[in-house]
């Protein structure tokens, strides 16, 4: 399975807008965050934006949503769908704006003066929050609508948005006693700190280490474009005539790849999984065990046994039971082909005259070894086919040939870093659909990952359709000297995969923007995303787009049945360590009593319970979990393998059907990538697919079956 990206839910206005201190003030009327964008498609002036602009910006965003909130609360007239429920969608769109802006710039171009504002606003951005979820005025105002429902002239996205609204209001704590109400505000503006703190934490520690290297023996088996690459780096960094590693994936995953000396992979290694766990300023331990415990707190006050019994009630899944039940019908296969994958290595390992035995750090590198003698099958061999450049165009073709979309590159908007690129999207009748920014290279102002959000939500106004403004942003390989950014097949399937996400929130046809594009639950938003990977390794498509950066020969024949037949190899660590993260997110989340003692002990624990081997950690341990204490997953980071169903049983419609029958893909746009979060997940997938999904498919994909 390729590496996993986190998507990072999207700023939802009622719950994390900002109070601001009175500091690093710009008059209102200079603040082009508070002016109407003159920008092409009114995307955000980002190259009239400065640091300083934030505060006095939310201080008055906020200033008018509470002035909106209070228009619904004193209504003088009796409360009516539109003026409680569509009046409450439609507060709050400044501080939405600023809030897309703010937080996406703090995950990808961050800075000192962004994270202090960060940290300063988190308390507030929830104590904001609560303080619409549980004004009692307001609730009672929805309350009675919603009790009146059924008298009402709805459609359904209208009836959809009702719902999703109360149950919002009862899941925030709407129906507490006042005692227990402040009870749960103390606990979310906790949270909230310790959320922030730990993805700061989280990118102080990945930017710290440097593995720098001047004897050039030293890096024996590592190929040149990633020598070339660390010796870039090292003259940035003013050590000219040495060569450096970090812990940004395209650097410390080759690496481990390929290096033949044992100690500088296990020096590496080491700090790579040793990320918030190191005792100094940027430890994660006490922060992960307070979120861990505030949240069962939390869940306990709203009468849940657990915080992923709350979670989970708003999943596919519904309950930990069932996500309990997946995880360990996928476990016991895969560790299986763990085992018989670690003994391979052990034999060659000892071939090789070793007398250690395979420790995590080797893994990578000897799993190299055994591709490439029982499959001829080099990862350096395939990346001159994977340009950057021919992969997003392959991404593009595809869309194209499914849903007729067109991708034309723009110059002419605002950026946040002179690598973004902005594209306007355009459907098969020539109308504009949205614009897409796309940030692909790693830096140490972002964080680590991939992911897409929006800066604008697609809604309709007046009847016209509001285009929404889409970015997707990773963390690939570099270009390096003379040569173009050349991506590994995972770096490939991660950008389809990001791209499928785009699509979701591109091709999104609905009313309100609360119920658009991504607005799904965790364990179905990673459908339209996973399923984009099939594209990427089919061999059909692989003949279009990956072509030799420097002939434009298409991959070979010979290269595509290597890559084929090579498609299962490794997927017992790819599973294990995957269901090893899923269950130790479960661990946290799915207790019923506080967790007490040292985090590496109760880690160690969990891992020992489901027989984990040695050689393998989970793919995310403990403190450097960001998915999990930072990123929106938790009690969900089993949503991937959870979709992959979907996505594994969706493809298998395409490939019954044709890979680009429109029919098929009219479905698929019509049932999932329109509607949002305008219906039931389940009967969404029903009514594309005319039944429910088969788990046959997702084993046979791994080669569990």
């Known amino acids: 399975m390729n590496k996993l990206k986190f998507l990072p839910f999207c700023i939802v206005v009622a719950a994390v807008v900002v109070g601001c201190q009175e500091t690093d003030s710009t008059p209102d009327e200079n603040n082009p965050l508070l002016l109407t964008y003159d920008t092409p498609f009114q995307v955000p002036p980002f190259d009239k934006i400065k640091d300083e602009h934030f505060r006095p910006a939310f201080k008055a965003a906020l200033e008018q949503h509470n002035q909106e909130i209070d228009v619904v609360v004193n209504n003088s007239e009796d409360p009516t769908f539109e003026n409680t429920i ?90 507490l006693s006042e005692s227990d109400k402040e009870k749960l505000k103390k606990i979310n503006s906790e949270l909230s700190v310790l959320t922030n703190d730990f993805g700061q934490n989280l990118l102080a520690e990945t930017n710290a280490y440097e593995l720098v290297v001047d004897n050039e023996e030293d890096l024996a088996g590592l190929p040149a474009a990633l020598k070339q690459a660390a010796a870039d780096a090292a003259t940035a960094k003013d050590k000219e005539g040495k060569w450096l590693f970090t812990l940004q994936n395209p650097s410390v995953m080759p690496f481990l790849q390929y290096a033949d000396n044992r100690e500088l992979r296990k020096d590496i290694w080491n700090a790579y999984q040793m990320r918030g766990n190191n005792g100094n300023d940027n430890d994660n331990k006490e922060i992960l065990l307070k979120t861990a415990n505030l949240r069962l707190e939390k869940a306990k006050l709203l009468g849940y046994d657990s915080h992923a019994a709350y979670v989970l009630e708003e999943a596919m899944a519904e309950n930990p039971t069932n996500v309990y039940a997946l995880l360990n019908k996928i476990w016991t296969p895969a560790l299986a082909k763990a085992k018989v994958e670690a003994a391979d290595i052990q034999k060659e ?67 946040y870093h002179e690598e973004v690129e902005v594209y306007e999207v355009k459907d098969s009748d020539g109308k504009h659909l949205g614009l897409l920014y796309a940030d ?74 609360s119920l658009a594009g991504t607005s799904v639950s965790r364990d179905f938003v990673e459908l339209p ?27 070979p024949d010979s290269l595509i049945e290597k890559m084929e037949q090579a498609g299962t190899f490794d997927q017992g660590f790819a599973t294990v360590e995957y269901v090893a993260a899923s269950l130790l997110d479960l661990d946290y989340h799915a207790t019923t009593k506080p967790i007490e003692g040292d985090v590496d002990a109760f880690e160690a624990d969990g891992m020992q319970k489901i027989g984990l081997i040695d050689a ?32 594994s049983d969706a493809f298998a419609a395409f490939k019954e059907n044709g890979l680009f029958d429109q029919a098929t893909a009219t479905s698929f746009r019509e049932n999932i990538l329109e ?27 791994r080669g569990l079956n």
């Open 86 to 175: 569509v009046a409450l969608e439609n507060a709050g769109s400044t501080l939405g704006d600023i809030s897309r802006v703010f937080f996406n710039l703090n995950s990808a171009n961050t800075n000192d003066s962004i994270q202090a504002i960060a940290k300063d606003m988190a308390p507030v951005l929830s104590a904001h929050g609560d303080e619409i979820s549980l004004n009692a005025k307001l609730f009672a105002r929805v309350k009675t609508v919603y009790d009146h429902r059924a008298s009402l002239t709805l459609d359904a996205e209208d009836a959809k948005l009702l719902e999703e609204t109360y149950k919002g209001f009862v899941r925030a704590g709407a129906n």
């Open 349 to 415: 390992i000892e071939a090789a005259g070793g007398d250690f035995q395979v420790a995590p750090y080797d893994w990578r590198y000897y799993q190299e070894k055994i591709r490439k003698a029982k499959y001829a099958l080099n990862e350096e061999e395939i990346k001159p086919y994977f340009s950057l450049a021919s992969v997003r165009q392959g991404a593009f073709d595809t869309a194209n040939k499914l849903f007729g979309l067109s991708f034309v590159a723009l110059s002419n908007v605002p950026t």
């Open 440 to 513: 692909f290279f790693p830096r140490e102002s972002k964080r680590g990952g991939a992911w897409m959000t929006s800066y604008r939500s697609q809604s309709t106004k007046d009847g016209e359709r509001v285009a929404p403004v889409i970015s997707i942003v990773c963390n690939f390989t570099k270009p390096v000297g003379d040569e173009p950014a050349l991506l590994t097949f995972d770096e490939a399937t991660t950008l389809f995969h990001e791209f499928g996400h785009a699509l979701h929130g591109l091709l999104s046809n609905v009313k309100y923007r």
């Open 529 to 555: 995303s996973q399923v984009m990977e099939n594209w990427a390794a089919d061999p059909a498509v692989l003949k279009t787009y990956a072509k030799h950066y420097q002939t434009g020969e298409a991959i």
């Open 616 to 647: 393998i950690i989970p793919r995310y341990r403990s403190t450097y979990f960001q998915h999990i204490f930072s990123g929106g997953y938790s009690a969900g980071y089993y949503a991937y393998i959870w979709a992959e169903v979907l996505d």
């Open 675 to 701: 509607k949002g979060g305008t219906g039931n997940p389940a009967e969404m997938y029903r009514q594309f697919r005319g039944k429910d999904p088969d788990p046959v498919h997702l084993m046979k994909k």
